[in-house]
């Protein structure tokens, strides 16, 4: 049994609810909690005793906007297996090539340019047939990994099947992209790019 | 006496002066993308490969190219 404060408000065992939670507000949807052990997202580090019926991104501490990611139709955060968010509008592919991921005089970035050119025979020469190998294969790839950069952004990966040039012209081979999403409704922005030797 | 901020840019060769993660003072890395008070860097293996990427602030860095 309960009482009652002099304010009005119950006091007594307090009731979890089971049900689903309601949403921030009508507009926003709720979404299942992911699966535990995963710490890619802050949605998946929140603890399960705070995970009551489903969540609204409208309460997602990675909504960093406070803006609803359904007035966009972006999911958000990103999830494995789905399409990267924005990827018809994904950027900075040239200059992350030119100056790095091609760039055999780069120290870091060497290493991969290196790997470009052993593996697909694709060199900084090429790097428009790079930048459209991966604009086209980023609309199709799945997401194949989420990394939390909290508070800055979220990391997803894409592995993305590029065709070689010239003497390795019949190999296909997979790509590693990561793409930097600061909020819901931006455009992914490509980090780096390598092949795994 | 004026002091200056030392300002690292994106594609930086940088080098960790302490441990930020699991990554021990002296590890090499690139910064692949820059915030107001804080950095991306990318560590690679030999390969090209990413084996992480850590946030760090400018003054955990130190240039080493260019």
Redesign the interface.
Request: net charge positive; hydrophobic share 30%.
């Given at each position: 049994m309960t009482s009652s404060t002099p304010s009005g408000l119950p006091t007594g065992p307090r009731t979890v609810p089971t049900s689903p939670a309601p949403a921030a507000c009508g507009r926003h949807a709720t979404h299942e909690w992911p699966a535990t052990g995963r710490s890619g997202t802050r949605i998946a580090r929140v603890p399960e005793s705070r995970r009551i019926g489903r969540y609204s991104c409208r309460d997602s501490l990675t909504c960093r906007e406070r803006s609803c990611c359904h007035d966009a139709g972006v999911p958000w955060p990103p999830t494995i297996g789905q399409q990267l968010p924005l990827a018809e509008q994904a950027w900075g592919i040239r200059e992350k090539l030119v100056?790095?991921s091609l760039n055999l005089d780069?120290?870091?970035?060497?290493?991969?340019?290196?790997?470009f050119e052993r593996i697909l025979g694709i060199v900084r020469a090429d790097v428009e047939y790079l930048v459209e190998a991966l604009r086209a294969g980023v609309l199709s790839a799945p997401i194949s990994d989420v990394?939390d950069?909290a508070p800055?952004?979220v990391?997803c990966e894409v592995r993305v099947p590029v065709a070689g040039l010239r003497e390795h012209r019949d190999r296909v081979v997979a790509v590693?992209t990561?793409w930097?999403l600061r909020h819901a409704d931006d455009r992914p922005?490509m980090?780096?790019a390598?092949?795994?030797? | 006496m004026a002091t200056t901020k030392r300002t690292i840019s994106?594609?930086d060769?940088v080098e960790l002066r302490e441990q930020v993660g699991a990554w021990p003072a002296g590890t090499?890395?690139?910064v692949?993308?820059v915030?107001d008070d804080?950095l991306?860097v990318?560590i690679?293996?030999?390969?090209?490969?990413?084996l992480d990427?850590v946030?760090a602030a400018v003054e955990q860095l130190d240039v080493?190219?260019p």
């Open positions: 100056a790095y780069h120290e870091v970035g060497g290493p991969k340019a290196a790997g990394r950069n800055f952004s990391l590693t990561s930097e922005r980090v780096t390598y092949i795994k030797g | 994106e594609h060769v090499r890395g690139a692949i993308s915030y804080a991306l990318e690679a293996g030999p390969g090209g490969k990413t990427m946030q080493k190219w």
